[in-house]
C-alpha cells in the first residue's frame, strides 16, 4: 500500500476514534441490558415452573378429592337406603289411633292400648297374643281446645 494512503487511512480511523468508542459504550449498555433481561427472564421462567407444578399438584390433588367424594358419596347412598329399609321395618307394625280425647286420665298407655284394641275388635280369644310394646302421643305441643285430640 502506498504510504499516502496508508497514512489517509490512519486519519480516517482517528477521526472514527470517537465514534467508535461511543459505539463501544452503547454496545456494553446494551449488552448490560440484555444481561439483566436475561436474568428476568430466567426469574420467570423459574416462577413459571413453579405455577405448573403447583397446578399440577392441584389438579392432581382435585382427581383425589373427586375420587374420594364419589366413593363416599356411594357409602352414604347405601348407608341412607339402609337408614330408610330399617326405618320401614321399625314401623311395620305400628298403628296410629286418632280421635281419643286429651282429657281421657291414662296412668299407663300401652294398657289402654291393649283393652282398647280388643274392645274395638270384639275378641277376647287373642288377648294373650296382643302385646303392646309401646304407645304415646305423638310429640306436640297439647292442642287448644276443640282442637283435634294427638294421635296415639
Request: with cysteine; glycine share 4%; charged share 30%.
Amino acid at each position: 500500500m502506498p504510504a499516502g494512503e496508508e497514512q489517509d487511512l490512519q486519519q480516517i480511523l482517528k477521526a472514527m476514534q470517537p465514534s467508535l468508542t461511543q459505539i463501544d459504550g452503547k454496545i456494553d449498555s446494551l449488552s448490560y441490558r440484555m444481561h439483566r433481561m436475561s436474568e428476568r427472564l430466567d426469574k420467570h421462567a423459574e416462577r413459571l415452573d413453579q405455577a405448573e407444578r403447583r397446578i399440577s399438584d392441584a389438579e392432581d390433588g382435585q382427581t383425589e378429592l373427586n375420587t374420594g367424594y364419589t366413593k363416599l358419596n356411594k357409602s352414604m347412598c347405601s348407608l341412607q337406603a339402609k337408614v330408610d329399609d330399617s326405618e320401614a321395618r321399625s314401623r311395620r307394625n305400628s298403628f296410629r289411633i286418632v280421635g281419643i280425647a286429651e282429657s281421657t286420665a291414662i296412668d299407663n298407655m300401652e294398657s289402654f292400648v291393649e283393652r282398647l284394641l280388643i274392645q274395638l275388635l270384639r275378641r277376647t280369644t287373642f288377648s294373650d297374643l296382643l302385646v303392646v310394646e309401646m304407645a304415646h302421643h305423638s310429640l306436640s305441643a297439647r292442642p287448644p281446645p276443640g282442637a283435634p285430640p294427638h294421635p296415639i
